[in-house]
């Protein structure tokens, strides 16, 4: 039989748990004491994801047992920040990509709002100066 005659067969075989490092299994009960900190005393967590051992199917492993919540918050300053809440409220996945798209930071964030979507004093300050002109302008 020559080359060109034997059959070829592609077959997509899913990544085995095998591959998995075991990193994320941990960083899942890390996640999950962090959530009971901010409950028991109120104390926000961030986890660098790019700084962590984590590999491709450890980060797709984690992010489909986290699951997707009903918040999903899109910024847009010098490329893209997204930040989702996951289906585990007070935990978010932060994502910040650069004008390229390519992602440039990764975050978990245990936390009831992500610091990046809070006003600052200041910011709230210019809003009241501008909502009382507002009121002015209505004499």
Not at 30 to 48: H, P, R, S, V
């Amino acid at each position: 039989m020559k080359l060109e005659q034997i059959p070829v067969v592609a077959q997509y075989q899913p990544a085995p748990a095998a591959m998995l490092s075991g990193n994320a299994r941990v960083l899942l009960c890390e996640i999950a004491e962090c959530l009971q900190k901010l409950l028991d005393c109120g104390e926000n967590t961030t986890i660098d994801l790019l700084a962590m051992p984590l590999n491709a199917v450890d980060l797709d492993w984690l992010r489909e047992r986290l699951g997707q919540g009903e918040v999903r918050i899109t910024l847009e300053a010098d490329g893209e920040s997204t930040l989702q809440e996951t289906n585990c409220q007070g935990v978010w996945w932060v994502q910040h990509h650069n004008p390229a798209g390519g992602v440039m930071s990764a975050f978990i964030e245990i936390t009831p709002v992500p610091d990046l979507v809070r006003a600052h004093k200041d910011d709230m300050q210019s809003g009241l100066e501008r909502l009382k002109w507002l009121i002015n302008d209505l004499n």
